[in-house]
């Protein structure tokens, strides 16, 4: 419910938020010995990779945004914090100002995730929100009216459109996925209220969209990576022909997924392995060697192949 009246007072949840995100920055990058955070920290501060989301740590779409990658991430970041967050918290409360803020990070996390199989990092996300619903709550109460807000909403606008263009040419990643997620999410609470109340049977429909959101945490089959999670999961319980079918599929739509091709080859090795096995000991002596050298073409060093090989009449 956004409330009209204006908090005089210091925007203090803003600037204690302000505090932890360069707390964790600063701490990541001490670890790191360097201004740049490395990626070896990411996991250990709440920003697991997208196969451990899809295993079961989904708190990774709520603790990523408080990890920035280097310096000029995070300043960006804060600046838009104070630009728009602290002029939110002013209207609506600390609580309302938090909550929608956390809202709008977890949507466009698992909007990112599950389109490009990383689920990001900062709170770009809240703060396209902030923005777009002060933007739609200014044409309804004159308290949201704020000191060069086009101006704002044209230079985001163009942002987007660079960063699109740079991640096309160059190959970048940034995040243009969350960044759209808050833009509906900060669209949503914005048609919904009116004369400061909430319309409710529009809020009500806050919860398809954060639904189907949610559910692709455990279920995408359109995504490399949940497949490659799916073929991990069976590969650990030794069902490697269930294991196979989903490293092919992740390999399908992602050529360029090592995780998955290093343990397809895997798989592969374990099926021949089998086969291998069974021939030596039954005495198939030129069946096995077949195996062995299918194993030594996927893997030139395997170990256990040389050594039995090497045994073989």
Same mark, same amino acid.
């Given at each position: 419910m956004i409330e009209s009246t204006e908090h005089k007072h210091f925007p203090w949840f803003t600037t204690l938020f302000s505090l932890l995100l360069l707390c964790v920055y600063v701490v990541m990058a001490i670890l790191s010995g360097s201004i740049e955070v490395a990626p070896k920290y990411l996991e250990y501060f709440g920003a697991p990779y997208a196969t451990q989301i899809y295993s079961g740590h989904v708190y990774g779409v709520i603790t990523n945004n408080l990890i920035h990658i280097n310096l000029l991430h995070l300043l960006a970041n804060l600046v838009g914090l104070w630009l728009f967050g602290a002029f939110i918290e002013r209207r609506i409360g600390w609580v309302k100002m938090a909550a929608f803020g956390l809202v709008s990070s977890i949507f466009g996390s698992m909007i990112q995730l599950t389109l490009t199989d990383d689920a990001g990092l900062g709170i770009s996300s809240a703060l396209f929100g902030f923005y777009v619903l002060i933007l739609i709550m200014s044409f309804r109460d004159e308290r949201f009216k704020m000191k060069y807000m086009y101006v704002f909403g044209i230079a985001l606008f163009f942002l987007l459109i660079f960063m699109i263009v740079n991640n096309q040419l160059f190959g970048e990643e940034i995040a243009i996925e969350a960044k759209i997620g808050g833009v509906f999410w900060g669209f949503?609470?914005?048609?919904? @209220?009116?004369?400061?109340?909430?319309?409710?049977?529009?809020?009500?429909? +806050?919860?398809? /969209?954060?639904?189907?959101?949610?559910?692709?945490? +455990?279920?995408? /089959?359109?995504?490399? @990576?949940?497949?490659?999670?799916?073929?991990?999961?069976? #590969?650990?319980? #030794?069902?490697?022909?269930?294991?196979?079918?989903?490293?092919?599929?992740?390999? #399908?739509? &992602? /050529?360029?997924? *090592?995780?998955?091709?290093?343990?397809?080859?895997?798989? @592969?090795? &374990?099926?021949?392995?089998?086969?291998?096995? &069974?021939? *030596?000991?039954?005495?198939?002596?030129?069946?096995?060697?077949?195996?062995?050298?299918?194993?030594?073409?996927?893997?030139?060093? *395997?170990?256990?192949?040389? &050594?039995?090989l090497k045994e073989l009449p």
């Amino acid at each position: 419910m956004i409330e009209s009246t204006e908090h005089k007072h210091f925007p203090w949840f803003t600037t204690l938020f302000s505090l932890l995100l360069l707390c964790v920055y600063v701490v990541m990058a001490i670890l790191s010995g360097s201004i740049e955070v490395a990626p070896k920290y990411l996991e250990y501060f709440g920003a697991p990779y997208a196969t451990q989301i899809y295993s079961g740590h989904v708190y990774g779409v709520i603790t990523n945004n408080l990890i920035h990658i280097n310096l000029l991430h995070l300043l960006a970041n804060l600046v838009g914090l104070w630009l728009f967050g602290a002029f939110i918290e002013r209207r609506i409360g600390w609580v309302k100002m938090a909550a929608f803020g956390l809202v709008s990070s977890i949507f466009g996390s698992m909007i990112q995730l599950t389109l490009t199989d990383d689920a990001g990092l900062g709170i770009s996300s809240a703060l396209f929100g902030f923005y777009v619903l002060i933007l739609i709550m200014s044409f309804r109460d004159e308290r949201f009216k704020m000191k060069y807000m086009y101006v704002f909403g044209i230079a985001l606008f163009f942002l987007l459109i660079f960063m699109i263009v740079n991640n096309q040419l160059f190959g970048e990643e940034i995040a243009i996925e969350a960044k759209i997620g808050g833009v509906f999410w900060g669209f949503l609470m914005g048609i919904s @209220q009116r004369e400061s109340t909430i319309r409710w049977q529009l809020l009500l429909l +806050f919860g398809l /969209p954060f639904s189907i959101a949610a559910s692709t945490l +455990f279920y995408a /089959p359109w995504s490399s @990576q949940w497949q490659c999670t799916k073929g991990i999961a069976y #590969h650990k319980k #030794h069902e490697l022909n269930t294991a196979k079918k989903y490293y092919q599929a992740a390999i #399908h739509i &992602d /050529p360029s997924n *090592h995780l998955a091709q290093e343990n397809y080859k895997l798989v @592969q090795i &374990d099926q021949l392995a089998i086969l291998a096995y &069974d021939a *030596h000991l039954s005495g198939e002596y030129t069946t096995a060697r077949r195996y062995y050298l299918k194993i030594l073409s996927i893997k030139k060093n *395997h170990r256990w192949a040389l &050594d039995n090989l090497k045994e073989l009449p």
